[in-house]
């Protein structure tokens, strides 16, 4: 029986001589290693000095590497002491500074400074666990030289010839780690920052690798959750919430115009909006097969340093297979197949049933709203100053709870607001927010109207005559007789006038201008032969031009109207033996317009212009017709930029020609019998328009 004994507590009894050995080797290693304790980058005149101070000596290896350029420092057999993991930088040539440390015995520290180029570069030291480098990336030291420093001489480090691990290596399969790893690759260096990580290898027995510290994994981990606030379950609306029942009063003071737009394009530019969870934990490799999900819940809390509590609802088997995975999507993954959520208090992870957490987040809901019919209510007075407090009443309402009550006074313009206290501080901030000074826009309308008419009117008068006896050849008297008097002789060829001393000569032809400005006459008479010719001319050219000027001041978003005309009093008339009755319409120079002004600063025209003119020239029944020219769009002016939004141009040709038959188609000589009228008319009107922003 002491054999047996003997046989199981000896082993176990090296076993631990064993653990205690290598305990104090470890300690003792770890007392003789140098500590990394801060990174601080230096601006200078010359360039950038990056200063490493440590606890310990330090021993700096230094090499410049290319594609992308980078200054890569080693600190063999140093402890990295900092929670720094990356500085930026972006200037003078340098993109930033990033630390990190191998999982080596003795570890290495490296810290690498991302350049935009490769430069020179000098050590500095100031004593044993202090150093300084001097960059020179500038142009003003371009032709500086660099001073000889025996005692800091730049070694080449065996180290520097190899790549940083800035990103995660190639999945490793679960069935690769008990294979032997070569010592060419054992060196990685592992970066807290998210954008440099290495990759952790997890089997279903639940082992893994993973340099980095569980504190700073939980720190990290809790972190990235925070940024992600998307994936938790939804909080109670804000209205149930308990807020500070201290309410925020209003601004008193006149307060500036403010572009609503473009305050909240300059919002969205701050804060932009997420599209979806973005994750940023260390990739892992998992091959598992019927493992339990308690058991992988518990590989996550090895993994992120987070602290996790179950649900006793969470059960099941998992069988998955992930390669290069970040280890906070895998989660989700998990989660979203097992019908499970999660919620992150600090530290710490819990992990429900989706049921459960939905019942958690009713009876909170309860509680709230059974808290909120407790709570006795307060009522509150806010006086506006630039809205109509009747107008923001249903806005107001749709903030308030079941219990609340919001009503106006018109003539003291305020808010008469009652609620529960947790309600009344956001109130307010929505009144701060409502109760603004609006933009102004003056709208300058220019209407030209422009009229151009041209009228041409040749006439001519033709008669003659011949033979001096019975028979004779001339004119007709039913055509006319000339106007000009040749004689007294009696003869049948003349027309005896009333008095009979004079006689005239009837034409042949009689197409006189209407109302000439102009004439010319050729007469000869003899005995036998008679020939009167009289032509008759008119011209005449016209130009009309009406400006209208009308301005109009109106608030952002609120329509503006100016109109300019007469009122034509149309009469009707009487029926069943009434009176006749006279009603009266519009005709004017029209012109509504709402201005928007956008984010860029330009202003959104909705225009709609009309122009109704009456015409007595055509009636009916003793009223005259109505003309209308109308033009409506939506148009983008820019601030004091003017637009022309349409016009209506009409253009009106007119020939007319009266003629002998047959003698007025002789070319040249058949104007002698054809009277020709010409005219022209070109009306033309255009609408110009002037927004501007008025700065109050």
Known sequence: MRKQLLGVFLPLLVLVLMAAGETQSTGTESASHAMLQKVNVLHGENGI????????????????????????????????????????VDSDGVKGVRIGMDGQTPPTTRVVIDLAQACRYELIPTS??????????????????????????????????????????????????????????????????????????????????????????AISAAAKFADRPETLLPAPSASMQPQASQAVAPTSGPQPAVNMAAEQKAQSQQSPAITGPKYTGEPISVNLKDVDLKDFFRLIHEISGLNVVLDPNVKGSLTIVLDDVPWDQALDIVLKNNDLARQLDGNVLRIATVETLRKEAESRRAQLEAEALAIEKVTVTRFLSYAHSKDVVPTVKKFLTQRGDVISDDRTNALIIQDIPSVIPGIDRLLTQLDRKTQEVEIEARVVAATRSFARDIGTQFGFGWGNGPSAVGGATSVGSSPVI????????????????????????????????????????????RIDAILTLAESRGLLKILSRPRVVTQNNIQA???????????????????????YVDAFLRLTVI???TSEGTIFLNVDVE?????????????????????????????GGTVVIGGVIQTQNSVNIAQVPLLGNIPALGNLFKRRSVSTSNQELIFFITPRIIQT
């Open 486 to 529: 040749v004689g007294n002789t009696p003869n049948p060829m003349y027309i005896v006038t009333g008095t009979g001393a004079a006689t005239q000569i009837p034409l042949f032809s009689n197409l006189p201008v209407t109302s000439p400005n102009s004439g010319i006459s050729f007469v000869n008479a003899s005995n036998n032969v």
């Open 128 to 217: 044993d666990n202090k150093f300084s480098l001097k960059l020179y990336t500038g142009a003003s030291t371009a032709k500086t030289t660099t001073k000889p420093n025996p005692a800091a001489a730049v070694a080449q480090s065996p180290l520097a010839k190899k790549e940083l691990a800035l990103s995660a290596p190639a999945p490793v399969l679960a069935t690769q780690k008990k294979q032997a790893q070569p010592a060419s690759s054992a060196t990685e260096f592992v970066f807290v920052e998210p954008s440099y990580k290495t990759k952790d290898t997890i089997t279903a027995e639940g082992s893994k690798t993973s340099p980095v510290a569980p504190a700073e994994r």
């Open 595 to 597: 201005p928007q002004i």
């Open 611 to 639: 122009n109704t003119t009456p015409d007595f020239g055509r009636t009916v029944q003793g009223n005259p017709t109505l003309i209308t020219q109308q033009a409506t769009t939506q148009v983008l002016v820019t601030d």
């Open 561 to 583: 109207l100016v109109r300019q005309g007469v009122r034509v009093p149309i009469v009707t008339q009487a029926q069943l033996g009434g009176p006749p009755t006279v009603t």
């Open 49 to 88: 000095s990056v200063e490493i101070t440590g606890r310990g000596q330090l021993k700096p290896e230094l090499s410049m590497v290319d594609s992308p350029a980078r200054l890569v420092v080693d600190l063999p057999a140093t402890v990295m002491a900092t929670s720094q993991s990356r500085i930026g």
